[in-house]
């Protein structure tokens, strides 16, 4: 009974959209998705995107395969310009928490995540494919509930606990007692549970396992340039290994060095990880496009940097970049979507709104 309560108030909210999505004649029959691939730029604004799609050459470009596209506006509970905690909160479960936070609102009270509900609720399998540490904010708010980000014991122990298959990114230090301030070794724990650690590229991609533990580097992945196809084959892989599931899956995937590079106001650095966020985005367009069944969000939990794009090349595919800050803007980010659903998410949004619009397409009986 407890259960469908709490179901009934997450779907609550939506139930207005599903009417609007009924009679309004701009709407497509509402179609559903067997399966929803969340993807994060972190830190990529419109000129982040406009940059790649420069870059690329136009015709190259990823983003250019999207039917439909939209504004979020990322502010966090108490401030303006929100940071990748507060950000990455709204995103996942539908409430904006105070900056720092992960998943954990002002009163106290812990948010789920729209994969963690997708599983409890409708079967579904789950999982994240990071470029940053597995504990980091945005895989974080999958999972986790603290008051500090950066409270890696406890987030460590709650992923330990995860119901996820698939977790993959880097940090293995933080597993390993001798570098925790409790002595715990929450890798134990993953093993015990039955999950195939792996700690490298080639033994992600041979794994055969249903349950999946990549802890790929000691500590942070390296930039683009230096790790290879690690976005791209983990996306694959973490697909390949949930679509086996029944009920279908959740998957998150977050370019996360995107924001690294923002923050130095590197505009190499930028591109190249611009350039294997579109790597990984036209193999995930390609499996959605084959299987019929998916549908592809592509937003970001905020901007980094105030990147303004004075000049350029078309023809070329070069851009003049200059920059305002080396911190995050309260500008609205992009949304970018594709597959059964897609045409829920345009136009302006909150960042909040991505978790009950997700909850009630997973919901609506498929045909």
Known sequence: MKKTFIFLLCLLPLVAVADRTKNNPYHEPLKTPRNVIFIVGDGMGTAQVYSSIVSQRSARSAF???????FSRTYSYNRYTTDSGAGGSALMTGHKVENRHIAKGPD????????????????????????CSVLDATPASTYAHVTDRKLFDSISLQMAQCPFEVMIGGDLNHFLPDNRKDGLAPLDTLRARGYDL?????????????????????????????????????????????????????????????????????????????????????????????????????????????????????????NCPSWS??????????????????????????????????????????N
């Open 64 to 70: 250019l395969r999207f039917p439909y596209s939209g």
């Open 108 to 131: 106290g009270t812990d948010y789920n995540s729209f994969l963690v509900n997708a599983k409890r609720f409708f079967g579904k399998a789950a999982g994240f494919v990071v470029t």
């Open 198 to 318: 792996v700690y490298n590229l080639m033994d992600m991609t041979q794994s055969r396992s249903r349950k999946i533990c990549g802890l790929l580097t000691p500590d942070n992945p390296p930039k683009a340039m230096e790790r290879g196809r690690m976005l791209t084959l983990g996306a694959l892989k973490a697909i390949e290994t949930l679509n086996g599931n029944d009920n279908g899956f959740v998957l998150m995937i977050e370019g996360s060095q995107i924001d690294w590079a923002c923050h130095n106001n590197d505009s190499l650095y930028l591109m190249a990880e611009m350039a294997d966020f579109e790597d990984m985005l036209n193999a995930v367009l390609d499996f959605a496009e084959r299987d019929g069944q998916t549908l592809v969000i592509v937003t970001a939990d905020h901007e980094t940097g105030g990147l303004t794009l004075k000049n350029g090349s078309i023809e070329e595919g070069v």
């Open 325 to 366: 800050t080396g911190g995050h803007t309260g500008v609205m980010v992009p949304v970018f979507s594709y597959g059964p659903g897609a045409d829920l998410f345009s136009g302006v949004m909150q960042n909040t709104d991505f978790y009950g619009k997700l909850m009630m397409l997973m919901g609506v009986k498929r």
